[in-house]
């Protein structure tokens, strides 16, 4: 990962959030790349016009990119946020980067997360979730490392292990 990555990775690794919707988990990401960026002395646009075009039939229209920064000292940035892998974030990003852009791809849920071709840089924000308690979806939450809990495992006691002998006999064959 670039530098711009590990910048950003470091900031989003201080996140502290509780029962957030995926919509509010976002804006806060959204918030907290622009704060990052303009902590840096850059110049931040949100929802900034993309290098590449919208797919048929609204081709006449650009795309958008949650979070574009201009800076001084190097090319500008870009960054797109995700809950899910999307193959377009992918081809913008792309695009982004053929247009000398530094293309970064935060890409936040509960785990697994598909790294992106290069030279995409991905910064992960992995959270928690849950049903909502008003029945509205689901909720998600980021604790800090430090208070995570281990996951949950199973109380069933499964008894003592039985030695088995070596080679073990062949499986009996159906008649």
């Known amino acids: ?19 957030l919707s995926t919509d509010q988990v976002t804006a806060l990401l959204v918030d907290t790349v622009a704060d990052w960026a303009q902590g840096r002395g850059w110049r931040v646009y949100r929802r900034a016009p993309s290098v590449l075009p919208l797919p048929p039939p609204m081709s006449a229209q650009q795309s958008v990119l949650d979070v574009a920064c201009a800076r001084p000292d190097g090319p500008p940035v870009v960054v797109e946020i995700d809950h899910g892998t999307r193959r377009r974030t992918w081809e913008k990003l792309l695009a982004e980067a053929e247009a000398g852009r530094i293309p970064l791809w935060l890409r936040w849920g509960t785990g697994r997360f598909t790294p992106p071709p290069p030279p995409i840089q991905m910064v992960t924000c992995e959270v928690t979730a849950r049903p909502d308690p008003a029945g509205r979806g689901r909720v998600h939450s980021r604790l800090p490392r430090a208070r995570m809990q281990p996951p949950a495992h199973s109380a069933v006691r499964l008894g003592e292990p039985a030695a088995v002998e070596l080679p073990l006999p062949p499986a009996p064959t159906p008649e």
Not at 1 to 17: K, P
């Open 1 to 19: 990962m670039g530098e711009e990555g590990r910048w950003l990775a470091e900031r989003v690794d201080r996140l502290v959030f509780t029962d």
